[in-house]
């Protein structure tokens, strides 16, 4: 497996060249790193953690870092033993270049791997190695940028507490406003209704008497005869007065329910 790749870190060329040496700085950015010890200016340890699609295993390498051109770049060799994930080994070649801006570090890898690793497919190993080393190089640029300003985090800390406003304070205050103006015109709503339904009250109550003495001949039509007592006025009208009673009652009905 070949890749390559450049990247901008936004540090000297000194700085960048340091970073790539410090065991600290790249025990922190490489992706699943546990373990990193720097035996000698040339020689480290490691043991990290990796998952390559649904193969995950534990592997122990040995780095050996050659062709040193400080702050220019050199030649990293390692190999890995996963166990029966398989092994990894291969070189890469790091070059830095200073531009406007920043350094510029350029990469080449070229790496074998072999085992259930080996199974997994070039594409799927492709996919998870740059998506490794991309994020190798974000972790790389944050930490660099750390370390150059490590009074930075104070205040930025300290920034969310120090701008207090009371602008939400503003909005309760015109809440009273607007709860005294819509009291003030429901109660004259209410009194309105209220005094409607005792009057359609006696005019219904009242409409009822006048047809029953009309339609009956008295109040209490039950007591007198049929005979001696009957209607005064024709069919038609008493049913029109029935219906005028009926309406005037549901009427009464709806203003109550309302």
């Not at 790193?33 to 534990?58: D, F, I, N, W």
């Not at 790389?140 to 370390?147: L, S, T, V």
């Amino acid at each position: 497996m070949e890749m390559s790749g450049q990247q901008l870190i936004p540090a000297t060329r000194d700085e960048v060249w340091a970073a790539l040496n410090d065991p600290d700085v790249l025990k922190v950015c490489i992706p699943g790193c546990q373990e990193l010890t720097k035996s000698s200016a040339t020689e480290m340890s490691a043991v990290a953690v990796m998952k390559v699609g649904p193969v995950k295993a534990r592997f122990q390498g040995a780095v050996t870092l050659s062709d040193l051109d400080p702050p220019n770049g050199y030649k990293i060799t390692g190999e890995g033993q996963g166990g029966v994930a398989g092994f990894a080994k291969g070189v890469a070649v790091v070059k830095l270049s200073a531009v406007q801006g920043g350094t510029v570090l350029d990469y080449t890898v070229d790496a074998q791997i072999g085992g259930k690793l080996s199974q997994l497919g070039g594409r799927l190993i492709d996919v998870t190695a740059k998506q490794m080393a991309g994020h190798f190089f974000r972790r790389f640029a944050e930490e660099i940028q750390a370390r150059q300003n490590p009074q930075e985090a104070a205040p930025v800390e300290a920034a969310p507490a120090a701008p207090v406003h009371y602008e939400p304070a503003a909005a309760p205050r015109e809440v009273p406003v607007r709860a005294v103006s819509r009291p003030a015109a429901q109660p004259a709503m209410a009194v309105g209704s209220g005094a409607s339904l005792p009057v359609i009250a006696v005019v219904v109550f009242v409409s009822v008497l006048a047809a029953l003495w009309i339609v009956y001949g008295g109040l209490l039509p039950s007591l007198a005869p049929a005979v001696e007592a009957p209607s005064r006025i024709s069919p038609d009208l008493a049913s029109i007065v029935q219906l005028v009673m009926a309406v005037a009652i549901g009427y009464l009905f709806g203003r109550i329910s309302k």
